[in-house]
């Protein structure tokens, strides 16, 4: 029987040869990112939506509210001395007092300027679920990997077992644990694959990426960055939907603009002329509206009581932003200390423990039961590794969110 150490040695360099092999090709999480800037249906979504107001900005720009208006009317004169034709045209222009037109100009610009900012937010959210969705990736990869090679070494021991039954060393128990231990081995490699492949297509999803196209990431859960708390907070108060707020806060701000300049009346300066009886007669006129009735109750009222809300909810959300940020920087420190315990007293020792365990059994120190739990211990001290890996690294990309660093 081949030593333990040689066959997980000989398992690993098959699986980083054709890892090697795919690397050109493997996706990263940074190349990952990049595409769901460019092309993730989501923000494609809403670039469209900034396009939108930016094509109402360019209404509220319009110099005038109203395009002239040009009046015609003509017909018959009958006199006694016979038939006149009488015809007028009047040219009027209506043209708005009290600012109106600067009001909705800074109501649409502000229309802009929410819709940028809602863009990002939509980006700082997605760049999250993709970092977790990629991080979820690697874990699922380094989980087939881990039970890849135990169902190697579950196999190997099943066969010796079944060698050894044969020759009448070992009774039919060791055989059945020992093909009880593949089994399970064996359910935990699909597992595993199952797993990646709900990750993957979690990362299709939000990439855009078809069915039909390759996928292959790569990376290192124990890639970890370092982040500085004051920092952290100082930037999360730029975070796209604090913007989005204040935006509208804008919005509504414009709209109580709008709504006092709407007491001020309409003016329709204009210029006719009429052939009367065969006289020429040229006149200006002017028409304004009286502004009695409608004087924009509705928007002074709205924008107002807007205004106030919106107010109310930038000023708790920038608090719940830090409170956010402070708690996202406490569960990634405590993950990753969690990560370093097992870094610094527990896996070292467990490619020892399989090495003594095995020996231990070949020589008749242990049974069968004993290396099986052995075994066992190992693997399970290897998976919780490395979902302690994965939980530190979804903390710090929900730090990273938080802070709004993501972007």
Known sequence: MRSLRSLFLCIFAALSAASAAQAEEALTLEQALAVARERAPLILSARYRVVEARGRLAEAAVLLPENPEVSVSAGPRFTQGGELTDYEISLSQTLELGGRRAAR??????????????NSDVLRR??????????RGLAAQE???????AEGLANELLEG????????????LDVNLARGSAARARAQTRAARAQYASAAGDLRVLLGI????????TGDLRDRKRYELESLVAHASQRPDLRVLAAEIREAESQLRLGRASAYPDISPGFSYKRDSGDSVYQGNLTFTLPVFRRGQELKAVGAARSARLTGE????SRAVAVEVHTAYDVFRSQ???????????????DENETLGMRSFEEGEIGLYELLLIRRESFETRVLYTERLLEAAI??????????VLQ
């Open 210 to 217: 078809g069915a039909d196209e390759a996928l292959t990431i």
């Open 395 to 404: 903390a710090g990309i929900e730090l990273e969110a938080r802070a709004g």
């Open 105 to 118: 100009i800074a109501g649409a610009r502000a229309g802009v300027d929410r819709e940028q900012a809602s």
């Open 143 to 149: 989980r087939l990997r881990i039970a890849t090679a």
């Open 314 to 317: 930038l000023q708790a959300t």
């Open 161 to 172: 077992m079944q060698r050894r039954h044969e020759a009448g060393d070992v009774p039919i």
């Open 126 to 135: 997605l760049l999250q679920e993709v970092s977790a969705a990629f991080a």
């Open 336 to 350: 990753v200390a969690a990560v370093e315990e097992l870094e610094r007293n527990a896996l070292p020792s467990v």
